[in-house]
């Protein structure tokens, strides 16, 4: 009987300098999928999106003992409209004005503080009011500093605003029972309840005066739980089946109310971020982790203000790019005019360095759904201008997919590989260069080559004979026929009397033959390569 032969392939990543090796089998399923968004801390993680209805965040009669100074900050991403959007209040009550609060609008931002004098007169508070372009259908980092009547700073992007000042309270009361929210204020009879419309991340109150530097050190970096002088911040990052929305400083919890959904944020905020701003800001602004790379941002002259920020974990999102092993982090650029561009100039450092096998990937924000690579691979530098306002970066493994070998054989009594013209410096274990081989035996071949991206790979092939275990005819007895069935895994059959039927009825007795070439179809192996393959 003529033998049949069984392939499979194992695949493993190789360079010029690692070399690993990883075995995939990939199962096709039909899946369900849920889109509710899980909760997520990386860089900005989540943040909500409110519906102008009925959502919010209810804190709760909690922030009734607040003095000045203080300073409120968030970053907003507000739909358009020239009616309040509060940000936050601390203290509402449905009798007069209390406490603090901040409003954004699509022309402009205001903050305030209360002494509940006089119902929802201008008597009874003071307000200052800045004028601002546009602000709405993108996120914009507001914050108001709160030091007395004659002094209340409104920033937007870390840029002071000039306004004017209305009403003509002198202190700050809070209501006893007065309760502070997100997204809602109570604002008197002419509109009694406004609630915002849009997204809101990373709210942030202080009882300190920040200053101008401080208010933008905060803008593109988490909140650290220690800071001096933080009462609360609220960064949103829990998923949308928690309706607990937690204080960082695990004090001041808030509750979700209304059906507020919570959605990827693409707010510019990572672990830690540096800045340059007015004629300092077209100076280059740098940023480092030691002995794997470095970012060098150029802005183009005119530029209000820019940001870079690195996130120190892996990309929750990593769609259309695979980060190499021991690289876990990103970093990201924030341009405050959205008109300016600016140059990015990424270099990696030896050690983490080897030729041909990274390749620089983008992404608008951390809510962009996939990432895109720079085209062509590059040495340890790659510099791209005319970037845009708010951009990702993070380098990705170029030998992504070598695809040499097929992903699936069936094959009775020999086995070839033919090699594309795209593959050079081809070896195999044995010695061989050929770029066609036929196998006609047991063993382990082991491939390596470059592929058409200049990129090393190996493949590895076992080669297997198979024996035969079937057999179809036993000796039996019958009265007057039996009928043989060789089944339908045989490639070809030869009886003895010609016919190459699987099927026979046999009348008389007697000794019959048969021969057949046995064939396997394999189930389908596929390689996927993964960086974290590339570094040991």
């Given amino acids: 009987m003529v033998l049949g032969f069984k392939i499979l392939y194992l695949f493993n990543l190789f360079s010029m300098y690692f070399t690993k090796l990883g075995y995939f089998i990939i199962f096709i399923c039909q899946c369900y999928f849920s889109f509710s968004q899980s909760a997520n801390s990386v860089g900005s993680g989540n943040s909500i999106d409110f519906d102008s209805n009925d959502d919010r965040v209810n804190l709760g009669p909690v922030l009734n003992n607040l003095t000045l100074p203080l300073t409120i900050m968030a970053w907003v991403k507000p739909n358009p409209q020239t009616t309040i959007n509060p940000v936050f209040s601390s203290s509402s009550a449905g009798s007069d004005w209390h406490g603090i609060w901040l409003h954004v609008a699509s022309n402009r931002v205001q903050a305030a503080f209360a002494d509940g004098d006089g119902g929802f007169g201008t008597a009874s508070r003071r307000v200052k009011v800045c004028n601002y372009t546009n602000l709405h259908n993108d996120w914009f980092h507001v914050s108001a500093v709160i030091v007395n009547a004659n002094d209340i700073k409104l920033y937007v992007n870390g840029i002071e605003l ?30 009694p309840i406004v609630h915002f419309n849009g997204g809101i991340d990373e709210v942030r109150l202080w009882d300190v005066a920040l200053s101008e530097s401080q208010v ?32 960082v400083k695990g004090l001041l919890n808030g509750t979700r109310i209304g059906g507020a959904l919570t959605e990827l944020s693409s707010a510019p905020v990572g672990n830690s971020s540096t800045y340059l701003y007015g004629t300092q800001s077209a100076l280059p602004l740098n940023m480092q982790q030691a002995q794997i790379d470095a970012v060098s941002i150029q802005a183009d002259p005119g530029t209000d203000g820019i940001h870079l920020y690195r996130v120190d974990f892996p990309p929750v999102n990593q769609t259309g790019m695979s980060l190499p092993n021991g690289l876990n982090h990103y970093y990201g650029v924030y341009s405050i005019n959205p008109n300016q561009k600016f140059t990015v100039d990424y270099n990696l450092t030896t050690p983490f360095y080897s030729p041909n096998i990274y390749e620089l990937a983008y992404r608008n924000h951390n809510a962009s759904p996939t990432w895109v690579t720079f085209p062509g691979f590059f040495g340890p530098s790659v510099n791209r201008s005319n970037r845009g306002r708010h951009e990702e970066y993070v380098i990705s493994g170029s030998c992504s997919a070598p695809g040499i070998l097929p992903p699936l054989f069936s094959s009775c009594n020999q086995v070839q590989i033919n090699l594309p013209a795209t593959v050079s410096s081809i070896l195999w274990n044995d010695g061989d260069t050929s770029r066609s081989r036929t196998f006609y035996q047991n063993g382990t071949y082991i491939l390596t080559g470059v592929n058409q991206n200049g990129c090393g790979f190996s493949d590895t092939v076992f080669v297997e004979i198979l024996e035969p275990n079937f057999n179809p005819m036993p000796d039996v007895k019958v009265c007057d026929s039996v009928i043989i069935d060789l089944g339908s895994d045989l490639l ?45």
Wanted: hydrophobic share 30%; proline share 7%; glycine share 8%.
């Fill in 216 to 247: 933008r050190d905060q803008m593109c970096r988490q909140v650290l739980a220690s800071e001096p002088g933080l009462i609360a911040a609220w960064d949103f990052n829990e998923g949308n089946a928690s309706n607990t929305i937690n204080d």
């Fill in 162 to 191: 000039p306004g004017s000042y209305n009403g003509s309270a002198t202190q700050l009361v809070n209501n006893p029972t007065g309760e502070a929210d997100i997204a809602y204020h109570e604002r008197g009879p002419s509109s």
């Fill in 492 to 536: 070809s059959i030869n009886w003895d009397n010609g016919s190459s039927n699987p099927q026979r009825v046999i009348y008389n007795a007697g000794t019959y033959h048969y021969e057949a070439v046995p064939c396997y179809r394999l189930h389908r192996f596929r390689y996927f390569y993964s960086p974290t393959n590339i570094f040991g």
